[in-house]
C-alpha cells in the first residue's frame, strides 16, 4: 500500500512538472509560431534563440506590483484565477500517459487513475471551468471585464453541450467511459498495421466537432471574443496584473495543452502508435516509444492551435452563437444517429 | 466484490489528492508572488480602467435577457447529455444484443431516437421563435442614387484594362 | 478511514449550507451553494455511486448553478440596495423549512436500520447497470421525463417572450 501510494504521489508530481513545464514553452512556442508566420524573428534576446523567455516571463509575473480596483470584491477577485488555475491542472489526472511500465518486478501504470467514469470526469471539469473566469470577469467590478465574463461563460456553455454530444457518439463506439479502456481499445490492428485503430477512423465528424468546441471551451482564436482586444481592452482580465494576470495566461496554455492530450486520447490513439506490436521490442521500450509518440500528437494539436489563432480572424458573437447551436448542435445529434443506425446495422 | 468497492474508491482518493496538490500549488505561488512583489497602491493605480476617464457608476448591473434564456436552454441539454451517457455505454453491448438476437440494439436505438426526437422539438421551438438569434448589426444599403448609369463605369473600365468585366 | 472521510464531508456540507444562509452577499451565497454541492458529491462516492457522483457535478454545479451566477450576479442583489424587508417572508420560510425537517426526520426515524446495513452490490451505482435499469423497468418514466424537459423549454421560451419585448 505504501508502495503504491508513493508511486502514486511521484507520478502526481511528474505530471504537474511535465503539465506546467508544457504550458510554460507554449508561450515561448506561441511567439516563435507566430513569428514564422508573420516573418519575424520572435523573441530571441534571453538566452539561444531565446529559449529563457518564458522563465523571464515567470519572474515579471512574480516581482511586478499587482493592483486590485478600489470597488472590486476582494476575496472573489483572488478566488477567480486561482479557480482557474485549479481546474486547468484537475483534468490531467485520469489520462493515461502511456502503457504500463515493469521496474523493480512490480508493474507500474502510467496513468494516474483509471476511473470508470473518466470522460465523464473530464466532462465535469470542463462544466466547472467557467466558474474562474465568471468569478473574475465579475469580481472586477469593471464593465469590460463584465462583458467579457459574460461571453466566456455562455460561449462556454453553448460549446460544452456539442461536445458532449459528440463524446456521446465516441463512448457509443467504445460501450466504456473509462479512458484508459478507450486508448488501449485503439490498439487493434486495420489492414495489418497494429495499434493503428485509432477512433477517427470511426468518428470523423465527431473529432471535428469535438475540435471546434475544445477551441472555444479554451477560449482560442477563432473564438476569443471574450478577450478581444479592439473591443473589450482585455476581457476578462482587464483589471488583473501580476502573478493572477499570469494565473489566467497560464490557465489558458494548459487547457490547451490538456485538450490536445485528450484530442490524441480519444481519437488518436493515445499513446498507440502503428506498428507498435510487430517490432518485436520489450514492453517496456514500447511504453516508452508509446508516450514519446503521445507527446508528439500532443505537440502537433498545440502547433495546430497556434497555427490556427495566426491565420483566422475572430467571430462576431451572434455568428459564434449561430455556429454552437444552429450547426454544431444538430450536426452532433446527427452524428448519434448515424453512429447508431451503422452500429445496429454492421452487427 | 468488496476490492472493486474499494478499489474504485481509492482511485477517487487519487483524483481527491491530486485537486489537493493543485488547489496547494495555487496558493503557493500565490502566497510566494506576494511575499516577492513590491506593494505601492495609491489611488490612481486603484482606480476601475475605463480607458483613462473616470469610472461611471457601477458595472454590477442588469444585463441582456438572451444570456438567461441561453443558460436555461442550456441546463435542459445538459440534462439530456448526461441522461444519453448511460444510454451510450450499454447500447453496443455484444452480450446484450447476442442474448436477445439482435433486438436489444433496435430496441435501445429506437428509444433513444424518440428522447432526442422530443428534444430536438423543443430544439426546433427555440429556434423557430428566434432565441438561439443574436442581435445583429442591419445592413444599410445606400441610398444615393447617382445621376450616372453604371454601364458608362463599366464601359471605361473595359476600355482600359482592356479586358471584360468578368475576366477581371 | 470510510469514517473520517464522511465526518469531514458532512462538516464541510453542513458548515458550507450554513455559510449559503447566512452570506450578507447572495453571490457569495451562490459559491457556498457550489462548495455544498462538491461535498455532497463527495457522499456520493462514499456510496458507490459514481454515475450519480459525476452528473451532480455535471448538472447541480456546471449547469445550474451557472444560471443561478448569471441571475444573481446580474440582478445586482447587493446588500446596498436590498428592497424586501418584510417579515413575512422570513416566517412563512420558517415553517415551511420546519415541516419539511418534521417530514425528514418522521422518514429517518421509520427507516429499518437492518436493510440499510445489507451490503449492496458493488456495481451498483456503475453507469451499465443504470443503462440496463433504464432501459428494461424505468423505460416509461424515462420518454416521460423527455416530455417533462420540452415542457420547460417550452416554458423558459415563453418566460423569455415576455421580457425580451421589454429590451
Known sequence: ?347 | MDQVKNSQLSEFGIIFLFIISGILFAGLVMITSKVLRPHRPNEEKLTSYECGEDPVGNAWGQFNMRFYIIALIFILFEVEVVFLFPWATVFGNKKLIAATDGLWAWFSIGEMFIFIAILALGLAYAWARGYLDWVKPDQEIAQFKSPVPKKLYENINTKYSGKTTIER | MDQLVFLILSIISIGAALAVIFSKNPVYSVLFLILTFFSIAGHYVLLNAQFLFIVHIIVYAGAIMVLFLFVIMLLNLNKTNETSKSMLPKIAGAISGGLLLIVLLGAVKGLNQAEASQAVNADMGSVKNLGKILFSEYLLPFEVSSALFLSAMIGAVMLGKKNLKDH
Not at chain 1, 485549479?86 to 483509471?114: C, H, K
Not at chain 1, 490498439?187 to 465527431?206: D, T
Request: proline letters at 3%; one cysteine or more; charged letters at 10%.
Open chain 1, 1 to 347: 500500500m505504501e508502495i503504491f501510494l508513493i508511486d502514486k504521489i511521484v507520478l502526481i508530481v511528474a505530471v504537474f512538472g511535465i503539465t506546467l513545464l508544457f504550458a510554460l514553452y507554449s508561450t515561448y512556442a506561441e511567439r516563435k509560431v507566430a513569428a514564422f508566420i508573420q516573418d519575424r524573428l520572435g523573441p530571441n534576446r534571453a538566452g539561444i534563440f531565446g529559449i529563457l523567455q518564458p522563465l523571464a516571463d515567470g519572474v515579471k509575473f512574480f516581482l511586478k506590483e499587482e493592483f486590485i480596483p478600489a470597488h472590486a470584491d476582494k476575496a472573489l477577485f483572488i478566488l477567480g484565477p486561482s479557480v482557474s488555475m485549479t481546474t486547468a491542472l484537475m483534468t490531467s489526472a485520469v489520462i493515461p500517459w502511456g502503457n504500463s511500465l515493469e521496474l523493480f518486478d512490480r508493474v507500474i501504470s502510467l496513468q494516474i487513475t483509471d476511473l470508470n467514469i473518466g470522460i465523464l470526469y473530464v466532462f465535469a471539469v470542463v462544466s466547472i471551468g467557467v466558474y474562474g473566469i465568471m468569478i473574475g470577469g465579475w469580481a472586477s467590478n469593471n464593465k469590460f471585464s463584465l462583458l467579457g465574463a459574460l461571453r466566456a461563460s455562455s460561449q462556454m456553455i453553448s460549446y460544452e453541450i456539442a461536445m458532449g454530444l459528440s463524446i456521446i457518439a465516441l463512448v457509443m463506439t467504445t460501450g466504456t467511459l473509462s479512458l484508459g479502456e478507450i486508448v488501449q481499445q485503439q490498439n487493434g490492428s486495420i489492414f495489418g498495421i497494429s495499434g493503428a485503430s485509432w477512433n477517427i477512423i470511426y468518428q470523423p465528424l465527431g473529432f471535428l466537432i469535438f475540435m471546434i468546441c475544445a477551441f472555444a471551451e479554451c477560449n482560442r482564436t477563432p473564438f476569443d471574443l471574450p478577450e478581444s482586444e479592439n473591443e473589450l481592452v482585455g476581457g476578462y482580465h482587464t483589471e488583473y496584473s501580476s502573478m493572477k494576470l499570469g494565473f489566467f495566461l497560464f490557465a489558458e496554455y494548459t487547457n490547451m495543452f490538456i485538450s490536445s492530450a485528450i484530442m490524441s486520447s480519444l481519437y488518436f490513439g493515445g499513446y498507440n502508435f502503428p506498428f507498435m506490436d510487430q517490432l518485436g521490442l520489450s514492453h517496456n521500450l514500447v511504453t516508452i516509444l508509446g508516450t514519446t509518440f503521445l507527446f508528439a500528437k500532443i505537440v502537433m494539436f498545440i502547433f495546430l492551435f497556434m497555427w490556427v489563432r495566426w491565420t483566422l480572424p475572430r467571430f462576431r458573437y451572434d455568428q459564434l452563437m449561430r455556429m454552437g447551436w444552429k450547426m454544431l448542435i444538430p450536426l452532433a445529434l446527427i452524428n448519434i444517429i448515424i453512429t447508431g443506425l451503422l452500429i445496429v446495422v454492421l452487427k
